[in-house]
Structure formats: structure tokens, C-alpha cells
């Protein structure tokens, strides 16, 4: 039947570990922290070559550079994708309540330092919607309009003075970015990288989309051409929407036309971009095309004066002149900040990561984050915002061919042409052009909001716990549907991290979502449910029988795997587990044992009273002998739950006659089973509370003759259990540990029968009956180990 199959025989002995180890020659590894350290600081001129390339990748492309094959692409592509940059980084300095300038210097300064420090090939720093609205949030925060008002008795009203406002704004950015670079700067050198692992997709996509959601109602107000008071903190965005929707009444018109223009245009190119970019040779900078095209409109024809229109004002010519941070205002600023570093660097890992799967070469997570750090710090002294990948822009360097940082040297040359000569043409530029193009560009993340429903379909397999949802259902009020979207809710990450982003702003997002992430994976191995398993017909193989039904039980030998880390906030869930699994709890065995021999105790002191106070001989009583069964004993410990005892009690009390009443006497009866083997291959690490309450389970179970067994540990669980001392003072044998479930149970088929043929084992049970009149106090127990 299944001769088709390759098959394979293994005759070999079972092992335990212990034996394994002899047989096989285990070596000893040692890892002496005087030789790392030696390691770490020993100096040679490999190691500074090394460390040079690393912190300057520069030195290692660059000679390799094909000049005649790659430098028209990149340059062709850096052109194309420089027209995106200048109009995208104009856009977004208003998103961070900036003048457009601000954009310009955000797309020019940061790139100097990633073309030497980068990896990532094709990437070009720049403007990013996400943190451009939280540095905004912080320019309102410490610079709010009303700070810049006074009213003007001449024209009977309150004027802002917009100039002061935007170069104490600048000032703020610029801080702003140098505290974000610092931090990323101190993480890159710690080797901090690992930290965008916290940061699940689902909290990324979550919190992008409801940033995409703030962004979009943020630039409504340039589309519509109406005055919205800026808003920042918890609920923001609802206030703006509010006030949005009590100015539509004011919509300017003209403002509205060059916004509606302008978006269907820009995404009727972006389409037939998209399905003809096999054919182009380079994407169409229709952004660019845009906003010459409205400027030529607007003022030639002196729309703005017309129509009173929100334009993009007088561009400073130039570069711009060098500033110092405040230090003092880094204070008010630090969360903030550290959300930008951090999130800044996922947006660019993310995408230095997929650059790097495309065209096959790596990207260094740290080195990233250095890169990135020193950008940012440059950059801050120029009046830049943080600044994180320029995703529209390395994507159109990537479309058009791009192959190396040269494409962002010529994307940083259109800019800088742009500040020295060109920004002059652009002052009566609508500010709701470039609105219209921030919307448009949001079109990717906010198709995620349809994320929700994918996840609930999977959710009803993957994320809610059906047998704990049925558990709860029938045991409270709440229908199972509503049970499904309370687990759905407490297991969706997205969800909590869109609406702690939408409704609480970006910063406390950012912190409620990598919170929550944590918090889930904590969840996820707490409520870990081990199984019990037997053995597949014929084969070595252990699986659960509630799946397969060829599978047969071994007798007298309880299985059960578990799949999670053993520690202490699952500790005490995974002893009731076994417990439940295997129908016997040690514990309250143990437990009704002690109760019913002080019982017997007291019982007999007060018989002994009575005969002492009588002083005269009683005839000879006769007790009959006494046998609590199961039930009655475990009913007398706790009448609540159904009780588990395999220990008959007799007892008798003779006359005075007899030289010394017999003492209270334990008969032991077979227990259900005489092997419990724990799968722990699913068992990745282990805690001091974890090893104790393993240590524990194996004293109660060997109090009970009960042999407990542990299969498949892994290398790093099995040195944790040896330093933590689980194999001291006879706690856990290293004979009970080994290589697989078929060796134990093996060995535990053996050792059974073995103790029934032995003469010895009325010996044994007398010792254990001995051990049960000797068990230590449960507290001093409780905090021997």
C-alpha cells in the first residue's frame, strides 16, 4: 500500500541522557568571558579595515562602481525621482505646521551623509507624512499660533506674525531632529537594531493607516481653502474634523477646483503608470508637471489676489544659515522624540529590506540606524524636520533603474537647484495643490483600513481560542459572538494600534501599540494549552489522539507536550494543565493524607484522656477497621472540586490491655498510572519559578510512586535546569531525562515491569507509606528550593 513511500529501520538501544552522553562522547563547552572580552578589544589592521567599511559602506561599493553600466541609469532615475522630492518635501513641511522651504532643506542636507553611510543601495532620505504630523504636533505644542497674535488696530483685527512663527518653528524642528538623531546614534552604536523586532507588521500597518487617516484630515483645510485653529494632544483629530465640517460653508471655491483638478490628474497618470511601467522607461514626475502647471495658472492670472486663495508665499533663496538646538527644550520633547527615532527606523529598515530581497544584496540593521542618526543630525543644524526613508521617491529611483547612491546625489542636485534658483517661481503656487497631492499619495495606506476584515475571517481560526470562547459562553450572559470580537479585539494588534493612533495621538500610538504587542505575545504563551498524546499504531511517533484515531494508549504511562516557554507567569497555568490532563493532582493528595492523619492523632489523644480519667479497666473494644475511600478523603480537603486520592487509610485502636494501640497506617492502591512523561521540545527557556515548579511537581509525584520524565529538552532548557540547580540534592535524576518520548517511554514499560516481578516492592511501598508520614511542612517546602 504504501510501497511507494522510502521507509526506514533504526535498531538501537533507548537512551537517556545521561547514558547517551557516555555512549557518545559529549564534549564540554566552555565560554570564558575573559577570552571575549580579549576578542572584543584586541586590535589589527583586519579589524580597523573592517570596522571601516562598516561604518563607511562607501568604501566598499564604490570601487566596484560599473561607470558605463550603471551611471546613466542612476542618473536618469535620480533626475525623474529628484522633480518627486522637491514638490513631495514642499507638501510636507506643511504637514508639520513649517514653511515649504522647510521641505526643501529636509530633501538636501540628511542625503550627504547616508550617500557614505547607507546600505541600502537605492534609498533616498526625505520627507515621511507619518513624521512630518508629529513633528508638527510639537511645533504647535511649544510654538502655538496664538503665541504670534496681537491685534491690529489699524485693520480692526488680530494678526499672526507669520515670519516669527515659522523661524521659531524652524528652530523647534531643527532641535527636534538633533535629539532624534542622538538617540538614534546612541541605539545604533549599542547595537540596538533588534528593537524594530517589537514592532510587529501588524502594529506597523495599524498604526500607518490611522496616521494616513490624520494626515488626510489634516490637509482638508488646504483642499477646502478654510481656517481650522490647530489642535494637538488626545482627540485632535476629532476636533478638527469638527471644525472642518462647521467651515465647508466657507469653502474657497478656487482652492477647492485647483485641489479636485490636480487629484484627478495626478491619479489617472499614476494609473496607467502602474500599467504600463513595463514599457516606460522611467516613471512620468507628474507631481512636478503639477505644480508648474498650477503655478503658470495661478499667477500670470493673479488668482490668489482674486479669488483670496492660500499660497505657498516667498521661497528663500539659498542655503540656509547655521543653528545651535535649544538644549533646554529637549525635555518637553523626549517621547516624542524617541517615537520618531524608533519609528523612522522601521519605515527605513522595512524598506532598505525589501530593496535588498529585490536585488540581492544585505542590509545592516545597525548601520541603518547610524546612517539614518547621522542624517538627521547634519541635517538638524540646517532647519530640517526628521526625516526617514522618501518612500514615493526610492521607489521611482527603483522604477527607473536605479542601482546605487549616486541616483540620490542627483536627486540631491535637483533639489539644491531648486533652493538656489528655482523656488523664487514658485511663490503663488496653492497651497491646495500640494494637499492634493499628500491625498493622493495616501491612496496605498489607507486601502489597509480593509486589514479589519481579513483578520477577523482568520481571526475565527487563528486568533480566538475556541474552546476558551465556548468556556466563557457557557458560563456568563455574553452571546459567542460577542465573545469572538472581545478576543478578536484583545488578540488584533492592528485595532489597538489604530485607534490608540487615531484618537490619542501618534506618540501615545506608538507607545499603546509596542505595549500591546508585548502584552499579546505574554498572553500567547500564558494560555499556551498543552495536550495529551499517544502513540500512532506501530510507529514511534506520539501524537494527540483527539486528531488521529489510529492511536493507542501506553499503559500506565501518561504523555503530554507543551508548546510554550515555562516561566513565571505560566508556571502555576501549566502545573494545572498536567494536573487536569491527567486526572491526579499530587498536591491535594497529599494534602487530605495530612488532614486525615491529624485526625487519626487527635483522635486517639482524646481516647487516651478518656481511658486516663476513667482510671479502671474497660473491657476490650473493637474498632473496626476504617478505609476512606477516594471520594470521602478528597471531599474532607476541599468539598468544591472533584476530588483525586489513591490511598486507603486504616486505622485501630485496641484496649488497655494491649501494649501500644497500633498507629494510623497508609494501604497504597494502584494509582491510574506509574509514568507521567513531559514532552518539553516546544519548551524554548525556562525561569527559576518554571524549574521550581517542575522540581516541585517531581518531589509530590515521587511522594506518590509516581516516576516523572522529561523528553526531548533542549541544549539551552537543559543548562538552564543544571544552573539553577535541578539535578541537586537528588531533586530531578539525569536518569529521568531523555532524548525522546519513545526512549521514555520505553524505559518507563521496562521500569514497571520490573517492579512487579521484584521481591522488594512490599519493601517499597512501605518506605513510600513512610515517606507520606514524613512529608515536610508545605510552606517551609514551598521556600526550601
Known amino acids: 500500500m504504501h510501497g511507494d513511500r522510502p521507509r526506514y529501520v533504526i535498531d538501537r538501544p533507548a537512551f537517556n541522557l545521561p547514558d547517551f552522553d557516555r555512549e557518545f562522547d559529549k564534549k564540554g563547552r566552555q565560554f570564558p568571558i575573559g577570552e571575549k572580552v580579549k576578542k572584543l578589544f584586541r586590535c589589527s589592521v583586519l579589524r580597523l579595515q573592517a570596522l571601516l567599511l562598516r561604518l563607511l559602506p ?15 541609469c542612476d542618473v536618469v532615475s535620480g533626475v525623474s525621482a529628484g522633480t518627486i522630492q522637491v514638490p513631495q518635501g514642499m507638501a510636507f513641511a506643511l504637514l508639520a505646521n513649517l514653511p515649504p522651504v522647510n521641505g526643501l532643506y529636509s530633501s538636501f542636507f540628511p542625503l ?8 541600502a543601495h537605492q534609498m533616498v532620505p526625505g520627507t515621511f507624512a507619518v513624521l512630518s504630523i508629529m ?17 491690529n488696530e489699524t485693520l ?30 546612541g541605539l545604533g552604536f549599542v547595537q540596538f537594531g533588534f528593537v524594530a523586532i517589537y514592532l510587529s507588521e501588524s502594529f506597523i500597518r495599524g498604526f500607518m493607516t490611522a496616521a494616513g487617516l ?18 494637538s494632544g488626545p482627540l485632535a483629530v476629532v476636533y478638527t474634523l469638527v471644525d472642518i465640517f462647521r467651515g465647508l460653508p466657507d469653502t474657497n471655491v478656487a482652492s477647492l477646483v485647483f485641489a479636485l483638478v490636480s487629484s484627478v490628474v495626478l491619479m489617472a497618470v499614476k494609473e496607467l503608470s502602474a500599467r504600463y511601467r513595463h514599457k516606460l522607461p522611467f516613471p512620468i514626475p507628474m507631481e512636478i508637471i503639477i505644480v508648474v502647471v498650477a503655478t503658470a495658472i495661478s499667477g500670470p492670472l493673479h488668482l490668489p489676489e482674486k479669488y483670496h486663495m492660500d499660497i505657498v508665499g516667498e521661497i528663500p533663496l539659498g542655503f540656509p544659515a547655521p543653528i545651535l538646538p535649544t538644549v533646554g527644550q529637549w525635555e518637553e520633547m523626549l517621547g516624542t522624540a524617541f517615537s520618531l527615532a524608533v519609528v523612522g527606523y522601521v519605515i527605513n529598515l522595512a524598506m532598505g529590506r525589501t530593496l535588498a530581497a529585490k536585488h540581492g544584496y544585505d542590509v545592516d540593521p545597525n548601520q541603518e540606524m547610524l546612517a539614518l542618526g547621522c542624517s538627521n543630525f547634519l541635517g538638524s543644524f540646517f532647519k530640517i524636520h526628521v526625516i526617514c526613508c522618501a518612500l514615493s521617491v526610492t ?42 497631492l499628500i491625498a493622493v499619495n495616501l491612496k496605498n495606506t489607507l486601502l489597509q483600513l480593509s486589514d479589519p476584515y481579513y483578520l477577523w475571517k482568520k481571526s475565527k481560526l487563528d486568533c480566538v481560542s475556541e474552546r476558551l470562547r465556548g468556556n466563557l459562553a457557557a458560563q456568563s450572559a455574553f452571546p459567542s459572538f460577542l465573545l469572538s ?28 501599540g509596542v505595549g500591546f504587542s508585548i502584552l499579546v505575545v505574554i498572553f500567547k504563551t500564558q494560555f499556551r494549552n498543552g495536550s495529551a498524546v499517544a502513540q500512532i499504531m506501530d510507529t514511534d511517533i506520539y501524537k494527540n489522539p483527539k486528531v488521529y484515531s489510529k492511536v493507542i494508549s501506553v499503559t500506565g504511562v501518561k504523555i503530554l507536550n507543551y508548546c510554550s516557554p515555562l516561566y513565571f507567569a505560566n508556571a502555576e497555568m501549566f502545573r494545572q494543565r498536567v494536573v487536569k490532563k491527567t486526572g491526579l493532582d499530587p498536591g491535594k493528595l497529599i494534602l487530605a493524607r495530612r488532614k486525615f492523619l491529624e485526625k487519626e492523632e487527635k483522635g486517639k489523644v482524646n481516647e487516651e484522656r478518656k481511658e486516663a480519667r476513667k482510671r479502671k479497666p474497660s473491657s476490650l473494644v473493637t474498632m473496626k477497621s476504617q478505609t476512606i475511600s477516594q471520594m470521602e478523603l478528597q471531599n474532607d480537603f476541599d468539598a468544591s472540586e472533584p476530588p483525586t486520592s489513591y490511598v486507603n487509610f486504616h486505622s485501630g485502636v485496641g484496649s488497655v490491655g494491649e501494649p501500644e494501640p497500633p498507629r494510623p497506617t497508609l494501604e497504597l492502591q494502584p494509582t491510574p498510572f506509574h509514568t507521567l512523561i513531559l514532552d518539553l521540545a516546544g519548551v524554548c527557556f525556562m525561569d527559576l519559578t518554571g524549574i521550581k515548579t517542575l522540581i516541585k511537581m517531581n518531589s509530590s509525584y515521587s511522594t506518590l510512586g509516581i516516576k516523572l520524565y522529561l523528553a526531548n529538552v533542549q541544549a539551552q532548557v537543559y543548562e538552564e535546569l543544571e544552573n539553577a540547580g535541578a539535578f541537586d540534592d537528588g531533586n530531578i535524576s539525569h536518569s529521568n531525562l531523555f532524548l525522546s518520548v519513545h526512549d521514555a517511554v520505553v524505559f518507563a514499560q521496562q521500569s514497571a515491569a520490573e517492579r512487579r516481578v521484584s521481591p522488594e516492592a512490599e519493601k517499597t511501598k512501605q518506605e513510600l507509606s513512610s515517606n507520606f508520614n514524613e512529608e515536610k511542612d508545605l510552606e517551609q517546602e514551598m521556600f526550601e528550593h
Open 58 to 72: 562607501v568604501l566598499s561599493w564604490l570601487p566596484r562602481y560599473k561607470v558605463r553600466e550603471s551611471l546613466l
Open 112 to 119: 550627504i551623509p547616508y550617500f557614505f553611510m547607507g546600505t
Open 135 to 151: 513633528v508638527g504636533m510639537v511645533c504647535l505644542h511649544l510654538a502655538p499660533e496664538s503665541d504670534f497674535s496681537h491685534f
Open 156 to 185: 480692526n483685527a488680530t494678526v499672526v506674525d507669520t515670519e516669527q512663527m515659522n523661524e521659531v518653528r524652524l528652530g523647534i524642528s531643527g532641535t527636534l531632529a538633533c535629539l532624534t538623531a542622538i538617540i538614534q546614534i
Open 214 to 231: 490624520q494626515i488626510l484630515i489634516s490637509v482638508l483645510k488646504y483642499i477646502f481653502g478654510i481656517k481650522v485653529p490647530p489642535y
Open 395 to 436: 521607489l521611482a529611483v527603483d522604477g527607473a533603474g536605479g542601482t546605487s547612491q549616486f541616483a540620490s546625489l542627483c536627486v540631491m542636485l535637483v533639489v539644491m537647484v531648486t533652493m538656489l534658483a528655482l523656488g523664487a517661481f514658485l511663490k503663488p503656487l496653492p497651497k491646495s495643490v500640494l494637499g492634493a
Open 485 to 512: 470580537l472581545l478576543f478578536f479585539v484583545l488578540q488584533c494588534v492592528w485595532v489597538v494600534s489604530f485607534l490608540a493612533t487615531f484618537f490619542l495621538s501618534l506618540p501615545y500610538g506608538v507607545a499603546v
